[in-house]
């Protein structure tokens, strides 16, 4: 079967012009960059439920993808013609990851029996084709939020048999983990959350949710799976209110609970949006609590007030997130997983190629931008001046822990206000805004 007419994504700059779709401009698997070769530093994924799953719809309308499996009737045949086609398609796009929900994979049977039989049987050629190429599995999840048992939660349903078939799901999505190799495991909780406070004790759904997150470290404990465990923050949608709305409220619950040795955080740039931040926000505050553990490559748009998975194309926020990035030394058992989908007028399979290599090709940009920003020190030398009174005199010693309240009023209490206001600095804010297009243009200039 094939996928597209064209050749295996390579890196060509700009000797095939500027025109989308002719290779890579920015991403060059093979350039060094910081000590580590391009490929390391992104490891970039293919989402399962996008790629091969998603149909295009929105909220007032329903799918418009046309996909070659679609003519397949019955449902096992599609999902195993599907594994054909997710890795012909990685070979094409030169992308070693990919990730999946459980649900992505097979079609549920009438019993979790049935269910788990169903995904058996597709993971086997998952395994044998990942064994065949060497493609590998950034992270594995599962879905405990489409299906109608789920009207209220899982981990945090109100309902002990819900909370059951959620635990025994998670077994299984465990087992699969292990046996593909997953670098991390998800878990996103798409409906754990609540609508009303009217009828929700929102300390007791909390609690089983914590309890719930140390079993499934326990099983995997138990049966060797050392994948790093991830929380991926999102505020809302389709609860009113999700308990990991963004990256300081899940740091939070991970520390109240004592589950911050075991789980770090997978953040989404559509999610920090909708959480009212910017994507190097999030990131930034992973990254200050050491808990920066994957990222989901993909971005909203500021004029709509849901979920859109865009594919990445803003520079200047590829380039603030990478820097984020760097200073953390990279992604040890994360990576840029494109959590994305196309528009829904842009309903081909050639609008997937597109789509991918230029989510693919902005982050490349972004990560030759931030290590030079790095590599120059500009922020690092804006933020050692605009600091450096924590350097010397009270500013020092208060660092030290040797001073008081009273110490600070014995030392500014007669201090005039000319000396105050002397002592303050401008921020430049504009000066470093220009500084970073003039980055962005001269970085990127060909």
Not at 84 to 111: C, I, Q, S, W
Not at 112 to 140: C, S, Y
Not at 194 to 201: F, G, K, Q, R, V
């Amino acid at each position: 079967m094939t996928l597209f007419n064209q050749e295996r994504m390579v890196y060509v700059g700009n000797e095939k012009g500027l025109k989308a779709g002719n290779g890579f401009h920015y991403y060059n698997p093979d350039q060094v960059v910081n000590g580590k070769k391009m490929s390391e530093w992104l490891k970039f994924s293919v989402a399962y439920w996008h790629t091969m799953d998603q149909r295009l719809v929105d909220p007032f309308g329903d799918g418009t993808a046309q996909r070659p499996w679609d003519n397949i009737e019955d449902p096992m045949e599609q999902a195993l013609a599907k594994v054909d086609y997710l890795f012909e398609f990685l070979d094409k796009m030169n992308v070693e990851y990919f990730a999946f929900h459980d649900r992505d994979l097979a079609p549920e049977g009438n019993t979790l029996r049935e269910t788990n039989q169903n995904l058996d049987i597709v993971v086997d050629k998952i395994v044998a084709k990942m064994q065949e190429t060497g493609k590998k599995v950034l992270w594995n999840t599962s879905s405990l939020f489409t299906n109608p048992r789920f009207v209220a939660g899982g981990a945090t349903a109100p309902f002990a048999d819900i909370f059951a078939y959620s635990a025994a799901q998670i077994k299984h999505s465990l087992e699969i983990a292990k046996r593909v190799n997953s670098e991390s495991y998800v878990f996103w909780g798409g409906r754990e959350g609540y609508e009303s406070l009217l009828n929700t004790d929102m300390k007791l759904e909390q609690d089983h949710i914590a309890k719930f997150f140390r079993l499934a470290k326990d099983y995997a404990n138990e049966i060797g799976y050392t994948g790093q465990f991830l929380l991926e923050p999102k505020p809302k949608e389709p609860t009113s209110h999700q308990y990991d709305t963004d990256a300081a409220t899940t740091i939070a619950f991970l520390k109240t609970y004592g589950l911050e040795k075991d789980f770090k955080l997978n953040l989404e740039g559509n999610h920090a949006y909708l959480a009212g931040h910017t994507y190097e926000h999030e990131v930034r505050v992973a990254r200050d609590a050491g808990l920066l553990g994957s990222l989901d490559a993909n971005m909203g748009d500021k004029l709509i007030g849901w979920d859109i998975d865009e594919f990445p194309n803003d520079i200047y926020e590829a380039t603030l997130v990478m820097y984020e990035m760097l200073k953390n030394g990279g992604l040890p058992t994360g990576g840029l997983n494109f959590d994305s989908k196309p528009r829904r007028q842009s309903f081909d399979m050639q609008d997937l190629f597109f789509a991918h290599a230029a989510g693919m090709d902005t982050y490349a940009a972004g990560l030759l931008v931030a290590n030079k920003l790095i590599e120059d020190r500009v922020f690092e030398d804006v933020l050692d001046d605009r600091y450096s009174s924590f350097k010397t005199g009270i500013g020092a010693d208060f660092e030290a822990g040797k001073v008081t309240f009273k110490d600070f009023e014995n030392y500014i209490i007669d201090k005039p206000q000319s000396e105050l206001i002397a002592a303050t600095k401008s921020g430049h804010l504009e000066q470093l805004k220009s500084t970073l297009n003039n980055y962005i243009y001269t970085v990127l200039g060909r």
